[in-house]
């Protein structure tokens, strides 16, 4: 079992920058995926990118590519996802997940844990 718990969201205008977080606790991490979604109401939940935890190796969606950054804390079983020039399109409830098996999936059905998410809107 993994839990995960979001934080850092909140309100920044165009151009701006926030960085959320992701605290995981439970099973070891050794072998697992994490990645991050974010969703609009009436629409369908979005992949943004995702990280292996061994590696460190990313994975990003073309709509964030270079402007969002995933990173991970091992110590501290926390990844974050630094999102620089924010748009209004990026307004969006932001979640994290987690595979337990190993390799990238931009498929939300393929991941086993979910946190509460997190609202991040981007407003002048």
């Known amino acids: 079992q993994v839990q995960l718990v979001e934080s850092g969201g909140g309100l920044v205008q165009p151009g701006g920058s926030l960085r959320l977080s992701c605290a995981a606790s439970?099973?070891?991490?050794?072998?697992?995926?994490l990645g991050w979604f974010r969703q609009v109401p009436g629409k369908e939940r979005e992949f943004v990118g995702g990280i292996t935890w061994n590696s460190g190796f990313t994975y990003y969606a073309d709509s964030v590519k270079g402007r969002f950054t995933i990173s991970r804390d091992n110590a501290k079983n926390t990844m974050f996802l630094q999102m620089n020039s924010l748009k209004f399109e990026d307004t969006a409830i932001y979640y994290c997940?987690?595979?337990?098996?190993?390799?990238?999936?931009?498929?939300?059905?393929?991941?086993?844990?979910w946190g509460q998410g997190t609202q991040v809107t981007v407003s002048s």
């Open positions: 997940a987690a595979r337990s098996r190993s390799g990238h999936s931009s498929l939300d059905s393929e991941y086993d844990y």
């Open positions: 439970g099973r070891t991490f050794s072998n697992i995926y």
